[in-house]
């Protein structure tokens, strides 16, 4: 299909240059319009580059063609992302200043509306006014997201992630009302309480020192973002996770796998989705040195460790009727097996109601980089897998959760 695609003066112009690519990849024609304001953020080499068409601001830059009509005819849907409050108001007042504001007075085609902007300005009545007024004329409004902000804040007003971006406009494109939910799936965790563990364990060694992971907590707290957008209340135990939440999201900061295991013990107790994605340590010093321990002068050195408890085993001993215990494998293959064949046996001596499998390794799972997990049952059995960024894998794990909620 022909996409039209509206780019306004925001920081989170950066993200879009993701939904152009992955329409592309997709198959389809884009042609991006830019406001002057928005190539202060990203520049229109960038959309030419990879649109393949050329991105021009001005209502006379193409006369002849008579650009100014015929983008907004020809378009099958039209984005736009991010909106900024100005070309809302824009939009609400059928201003033609510009190419963008041209497009959307002649276009018969549906809109679609990624608003983005602070917190205030999203909040304000004005703004709430216009999208209320966009909403009547049939305006698709992709509600924004919360969490960071450009600044130190975060809150309401965030651009959704490219990937939900892209599905809500494919869902307008075919004709499914996507009305104010910016993922498309709907608030099916509604009225749901869930407890997720995220990061990596630390277990400290000497005074300085400790044995740690390379976990970074990003799809824990992926999933945590795709719950809270689904409805659920959500609590997040974080082992040295740096990375922020977003709104409403409660938060208990730990460091060891034991603080871990309290935490969680006491979290889950009213939990009905309990999620284990931390990376917690295995195994830990037998003896913490109060001091730091020395070079031993043979220029060799042994370590104790002893056994940590396995929290996932306890919540599956402990699991209250109706309530879904998920596991997380990180697997990297060897000798004795390959990443599913390892998965597979995990899932059954877990005995959780879901295993996460995800391959690690060099380059792969650690970090803000995409991931690829597969979602078996408590028997092995692949049921799921998904591949993308990390907030699209944590809807497409979050939708086996409320799958098997319904069932
Ligand atoms: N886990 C846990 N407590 C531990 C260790 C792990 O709750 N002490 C949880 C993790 O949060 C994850 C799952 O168990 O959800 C899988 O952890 P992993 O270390 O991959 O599995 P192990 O059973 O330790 O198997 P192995 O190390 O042999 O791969």
């Known amino acids: 299909m022909r996409v039209l695609l509206g780019v306004t003066g925001g920081i989170a112009a950066y993200k879009v240059a993701i939904v152009v690519r992955r329409l592309r990849e997709d198959g389809h024609a884009v042609r ?20 393949g068409q050329p991105a021009t601001s001005d209502t006379f830059a193409n006369v002849p063609q008579v650009e100014h009509v015929r983008l907004g005819q020809s378009a099958d849907v039209v984005l736009v992302a991010p909106a900024t409050a100005d070309f809302l ?7 033609a200043k510009d190419l963008l504001s041209n497009a959307l007075l002649v276009t018969r085609a549906p809109v679609v509306v990624a608003p983005a902007m602070h917190t205030e300005m999203w909040e304000h009545p004005a703004t709430q006014a216009n ?23 975060s809150g309401p007003g965030r651009l959704p992630e490219p990937d939900d971006l892209v599905e809500a406009l494919y869902a307008v494109a075919s004709g499914t009302p996507v009305a104010d939910d910016p993922t498309g799936f709907g608030q099916d965790l509604a009225g749901l309480s869930v407890l997720i563990s995220a990061g990596g ?15 970074s907590g990003h799809q824990g707290f992926a999933l945590a973002e795709a719950a809270r957008e689904r409805g659920a209340k959500v609590t997040v135990v974080a082992a040295n996770v740096v990375l922020p939440l977003g709104e409403g999201i409660g938060r208990i900061d730990v460091e060891t796998s034991a603080e871990m295991a309290d935490a969680v013990a006491t979290a889950s107790r009213d939990a009905d989705v309990v999620i284990m994605a931390a990376a917690v340590a295995d195994f830990r010093p037998a003896n913490v040195s109060a001091h730091k321990i020395k070079k031993p002068a043979s220029g060799e050195m042994s370590l104790t460790l002893v056994a940590t408890p396995d929290i996932l085993a306890g919540l599956v001993a402990g699991r209250r009727a109706g309530q879904i215990v998920v596991g997380f494998a990180a697997e990297t293959g060897d000798a004795d097996g390959t990443v599913a064949e390892h998965g597979a046996a995990k899932a059954r001596r877990k005995g959780a109601d879901l295993l996460v499998v995800n391959q690690v390794g060099e380059g792969l799972g650690f970090g803000d980089v995409p991931n690829t997990v597969t979602v078996l049952d408590h028997e092995g059995v692949p049921i799921a897998s998904a591949s993308g960024t990390k907030l699209a894998v944590a809807h497409a794990i979050v939708d086996t959760i409320a799958h098997l909620r319904a069932h």
Do not use: K, Q
Not at 89 to 95: D, F, I, K, R, W
Not at 138 to 143: A, F, M
Not at 201 to 215: C, H, I, K, Q
């Open 32 to 51: 991006v319009i830019p406001t002057l304001a928005s190539l202060n953020f990203v520049g229109r080499a960038t959309w030419e580059a990879l649109s």
């Open 89 to 95: 108001a824009t939009m609400v007042h059928g201003e």
């Open 131 to 153: 999208v209320a007024t966009l909403r009547e004329r049939g305006v698709h409004i992709i509600e924004p997201a919360s969490g960071r902000l450009t600044g130190a804040d």
């Open 201 to 215: 364990t630390r277990e400290p060694l000497d005074a300085v020192r400790f044995l740690g992971n390379r976990s």
